[in-house]
Nanobody
Framework: QVQLIESGGGLVQAGGFLRLSCAASGRTFNNAIMAWFRQAPGKEREFVAGMGRSSGNTYYPDSVKGRFTMSRDNAKNTVYLQMNSLKPEDTAVYYC??????????????????WGQGTQVTVSS
């Protein structure tokens, strides 16, 4: 059974940083497209970072580019999201997602097969 477990969320002041982790189990995730999404109350789930099967291939939307960095440790079956210069508008539940069938990084949430339970990130002004 595939499981993704996020951790590292919390409350931080604007300008601060957090590092989220997503530990995967049940399958070897170095063959998966991995991504981070977030969802704020009343809003749709939003793509914030993606990583291809090769750890050097990443993609970020303009809203987080230059502030967020995604990385992966295949030996630990874990991906990370380093979030710097956090803003109040970054407040959301952050989810880790994985898919083994996609050909590349996709920003559409519905195309990912596996999801974590989410971790809350709150940025105070």
């Amino acid at each position: 059974q595939v499981q993704l477990i996020e951790s590292g969320g919390g409350l931080v002041q604007a300008g601060g940083f957090l590092r989220l982790s997503c530990a995967a189990s049940g399958r070897t995730f170095n063959n998966a497209i991995m991504a981070w999404f977030r969802q704020a109350p009343g809003k749709e789930r939003e793509f914030v970072a993606g990583m291809g099967r090769s750890s050097g291939n990443t993609y970020y939307p303009d809203s987080v580019k230059g502030r967020f960095t995604m990385s992966r440790d295949n030996a630990k079956n874990t991906v990370y999201l380093q979030m710097n210069s956090l803003k109040p508008e970054d407040t959301a539940v952050y989810y880790c997602a994985a898919d083994f069938r996609l050909g590349g990084i996709i920003t559409t949430a519905s195309l990912y097969d596996f999801w974590g339970q989410g971790t809350q990130v709150t940025v105070s002004s």
